[in-house]
């Protein structure tokens, strides 16, 4: 039961916010390195924000000041918190996880956000 859950989705109004929710189970949470991506109809996937098994983080240009990731690990979940959402997030939002020592990458199935008035 190796797996990615994500929630949080939904229809929102320009300005508005979402806290995204990924929730990992069968894995060694805390050494794996944790990633939003989101993907546009029409657009190439893009790496949004990413947060480190040592708490660091990065986010694409786009989103800096308006998203934060973060992590739980004694819940083994990933969050990203959307805040002033514009048109142009809207996507289906991933999570991913790459452990630290290497091997298999895994991917959740996915959540909408749509951003419309």
């Known amino acids: 039961q190796v797996q990615l859950v994500e929630s949080g989705g939904g229809l929102v109004q320009p300005g508005g916010s979402l806290r995204l929710s990924c929730a990992a189970s069968?894995?060694?949470?805390?050494?794996?390195?944790l990633n939003w991506y989101r993907q546009a109809p029409g657009k190439q996937r893009e790496l949004v924000a990413t947060?480190?098994?040592?708490?660091?983080?990065n986010y694409t240009d786009s989103v800096k000041d308006r998203f934060t990731i973060s992590r739980d690990n004694a819940k083994s979940t990933v969050y990203l918190q959307m805040n002033n959402l514009k048109p142009e997030d809207t996507a289906v939002y991933s999570c991913?996880?790459?452990?630290?020592?290497?091997?298999?990458?895994?991917w959740g199935r996915g959540t909408q956000v749509t951003v419309s008035s």
């Open positions: 947060i480190t098994f040592g708490g660091r983080t």
């Open positions: 991913n996880a790459r452990p630290t020592t290497g091997g298999g990458e895994l």
């Open positions: 069968g894995i060694f949470f805390s050494i794996y390195g």
